[in-house]
């Protein structure tokens, strides 16, 4: 309906919503589906400085309260939608990880989120020596050098909940020296959507100023790319956390990428209120032919004591973004064991992820391993909630204007219940 008002050239059409009483929240996803055709990619509207809109007027049928309720409402995703297309979608030049950075301070400038960036190559080397393994080849280029970007949020009130979410921010994923051949290259600048959804959750946060609630993200934008100091299989790498890692594929980045920032947020999180740790990415292809569009949550066992992929999936299935949820097997666990002792972990196996057995549920266990998180389970005497977020191709394919999924279900599960 959005897509023939505009070709009709309208400006300012006004979207009535009808409640339903099967679908609480009808109205809400009616509108947000509304916003998908009126999204102006980011580097036309730096070019030609023009919306598609002057503007989308809301009407709520129902008491006066659900129109302003839903305004609201349609205000924070819009503008936590347009963040995370921007970055998610835009190619790997104009958001390149310098610029990327660039582009988030500028997004929360004068906000209620602190922005830090790590832009110092030597330390991104010594304190997260993964994410600088997959950074090395592009560490030549200055425009492509890699960036750790923190956000951090502190809500009014006494802090209940503390989330921690890291995101995959691989800009261009050519594979590396394990170089994707026969086209598999094409949209993968979509290889950053974690992150960009980590970008678009911050916002949201930012708009509804949700209470009671610290949330910290980090957005580890590297570039795979491939050139003569470009990282290898057959190194064996020493992680944040100590472990000896054995490289065997350098297609399998994006879980280098987000590893020690996550132990970093895993070391943060033992002094924090009732934490709860994240890691959002686009990372296999294996769960795309699992579960199609929808993305896959794993609990650890303390996150699953909580109950929480249940909870969620239900906050999916209302706002209607579901997701699946995937379990972890002890054989995810073994398949991670190094095969020498050269090193204590294996990052993976030399096929990729849709020719490996259990190919998207192994990276949780490996982030856990490697990471250390698995010394926190519900056993130990400090138990942590860890869940992985293995997005696929949730986010729609390239080069369509892409879903902001699932982003619309974590703020209504994490930060809603807030305001
Ligand atoms: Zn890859």
Redesign the pocket.
């Known amino acids: 309906m959005v897509c023939r008002a505009l070709s009709a050239g309208v400006k300012s059409p006004l979207l009535v919503t009808l409640p339903n009483s099967r679908f609480p929240n009808a109205e809400l996803v009616a509108a947000l589906g509304a916003l998908t055709p009126v999204y102006t990619p980011l580097n036309v509207r730096e070019e030609e400085n023009k919306q598609k809109l002057h503007q989308l007027g809301l009407l709520a049928v129902g008491d006066s309260d659900t129109s302003s309720q839903l305004e609201k409402l349609v205000s924070a995703y819009d503008a936590s939608f347009t963040v995370c297309r921007d970055v998610g979608e835009t190619g790997p030049e104009r958001m390149a990880p310098p610029r990327v950075a660039e582009y988030i301070q500028g997004a929360f400038a004068n906000g209620n989120i602190k922005v830090t960036v790590v832009d110092d190559q030597s330390v991104i080397l010594k304190d997260f020596p993964l994410m600088a393994a997959v950074n090395r080849a592009a560490n030549a280029v200055k425009e492509h050098q890699a960036r750790l970007i923190r956000l951090e949020y502190v809500g009014e009130g006494e802090t209940q909940d503390t989330f921690f979410v890291v995101g995959k921010g ?1 800009t261009i ?1 050519t ?2 020296c394990d170089l ?1 051949t026969g086209g598999h290259m094409f949209g ?1 600048c979509r ?1 950053k959507y974690g992150s960009a959804v980590v970008g678009g959750f911050f916002k949201a946060i930012d708009v509804l100023k949700p209470k009671n609630i610290k949330a910290v993200g980090y957005m580890c934008m590297v570039r ?1 790319s491939i050139g003569s100091r470009a990282y290898t299989c057959d190194e064996v790498i020493t992680s944040r956390s100590g472990k000896r890692i054995h490289i065997y594929n ?5 879980r280098l990428t987000m590893l020690d920032p996550l132990t970093l947020a895993k070391e943060e999180a033992l002094k924090a209120k009732n934490p709860h740790l994240f890691t959002v990415a686009t990372l296999t292809g294996h769960e795309v032919l699992s579960y199609g569009y929808y993305a896959a949550i794993m609990d650890n066992g303390p996150a699953k004591a909580s109950g929480w992929a249940r909870k969620v999936q239900e906050v999916g299935d209302e706002f209607g973004q579901p997701i699946e949820i995937s379990r972890l097997h002890p054989e995810d666990f073994a398949f991670h064991l190094a095969e020498c002792e050269q090193a204590d972990l294996r990052q993976g196996n030399t096929k990729p992820s849709v020719a490996t057995l259990r190919g998207h549920q192994t990276p949780a266990a490996f982030l856990q391993m490697a990471s250390r998180i698995d010394e926190h389970g519900t056993d130990s005497a400090h138990p942590l909630k860890y869940t992985h977020i293995d997005m696929g191709g949730c986010e729609g394919d390239h080069p369509s204007v892409s879903f902001p999924n699932p982003l619309v279900t974590l703020v209504a599960g994490l930060v809603l219940p807030h305001v």
């Open positions: 691989v994923d594979g590396g994707k993968m290889d795979n350098t297609d399998a980045e994006g």
